[in-house]
Structures are given as structure tokens and as C-alpha cells.
């Protein structure tokens, strides 16, 4: 995707440390982005050995907020080992940062983590995207907006095909398995960021079954065991932060 002319700069110049990698989230990796839809940056920041070891502790989260010509940036990074501590517990959402595929910078050490990703994802991940899509769910029975309805059929559509190939895809556009009627909502979300169902859009009895129905595939295939208890790369992902740490 093309990110708003400056807005990298503007990051580059506010952020303290060096990155790891740099890679947008958010809808735009979702496969809805309409007009008006924030730009969610999420990364690695790698700090320096003397805020490590020293007195003065660096910051393991940097948080920025900005406007960019009329379009707000929201950029969250992570320092390595507090990232690699999320990747080794039912974090969804770091997965889909480190493995998407809209990568503003790269490194090394980006890779390395990406190959680590298949041996780090668990069957208690399911965990995350069933939360995640209650939450979405109450939020859209509260609002009546499309935008948690379509991130309630995301994630456990996400889900779904994590438990079944162990592969991370969180953009919607290319998940199988949703109801008949979703090309219809992502075609209105991407008009109206905080737009409420379009007219033709199914009652509501008929999106809670089929949520309903996806919750209950989601269960079925985290039950059916074909991922592990537990992460295979614990002792790799520990290598990566010590060899990055020292180099």
C-alpha cells in the first residue's frame, strides 16, 4: 500500500530507536480499509545494550499519534524481548504484525522472527480470536456499526484457518468459509469507516447464527488438536534476542 506522502519521515524523526521491522495492521491488513481508516503501524524496536543492562531502563513501548495530512497515524512498536515474550504466549495479534505481508521495513532480524512464527503457533491461539470475536460481537450488538461485525467475522475466520493450516492470513478478502453476504458488507465498510449496516445487509437473527456457526468451527478445529500444546521455538526465539542483544 501506499502510506501518505511524509508519513514514515514524521515517524523516523519522533521514534528513539532503531527498528527491527515496520509493518501496517489494522483494516488496510484486513482487507476493509475505507477512505477515512486510520494507518496502524506496529513493529520491533531494538534497544541499545546500555538501556538493557543499565540503571536507566529504556522504554520496551513506544506509542506515537499523529496526523498526516488529514489521515491519523497510530504507530505501537515493541522492544524485541517484549515482543518475542508476547509471541510465545496466545498473542494473535503479533502474529498478524510480524507476518504481514504489508511490510514498510525489514531486517535480519525480521526474518529470522517470521521463520520462527510456524514453530511458535499453539492451539491455545484460538483462545485470543474467540475473545477477540466476543468482544467485536458485543460491541456490534451495542453500536449497530458494520466495522466490529466485520472484525467479528474476521478473526474467526482467522482462526478458523489458523487451526486448520497453522498459517497466519488475517486479510479477510482472502479467508474462505464466510457467509454468502460478506463481499456486500466489505464493499460498504470501505465507503464508511464508522458507516452502520447497509439496507440489504441480513437481519439480525441471521448474523448471529452464522457468527454462532463460526465460533462454534472455530472450537471444533482447535479441539481437533492438529496444532501442539505448546511452542517448539521457545529455546530459537530465546537465541535470536541474545545474538541481537550482543552483535
Sequence with gaps: MNLPEGMIDRFAADHPYPRAFLTVSGAHLYGFPSRDSDVDLR???LLPLEEIVGLEPGRDTVTLTWDQGGVE?????????KFCTLLLRRNGYVLEQVMSPLVVAASPVHEELRA???????LHHAHHYLGFARNQWKLFEKTGELKPLLYTFRVLLTGVHLMRTGEVEADLTRLAGGPPYLPDLIEAKRAAEHGALPPDAPDLPRLR????ALTALLVEERDRGA???APANHRALHDLVVRTRLG
Design 227 to 229: 496444532l501442539p500444546d
Design 43 to 45: 513493529g520491533v524496536h
Design 116 to 122: 520462527l512464527v510456524p514453530g511458535l503457533i499453539t
Design 73 to 81: 497515524a497510530d504507530a505501537v512498536t515493541h522492544d524485541l524481548a
Design 209 to 212: 447464527d452464522d457468527v454462532a
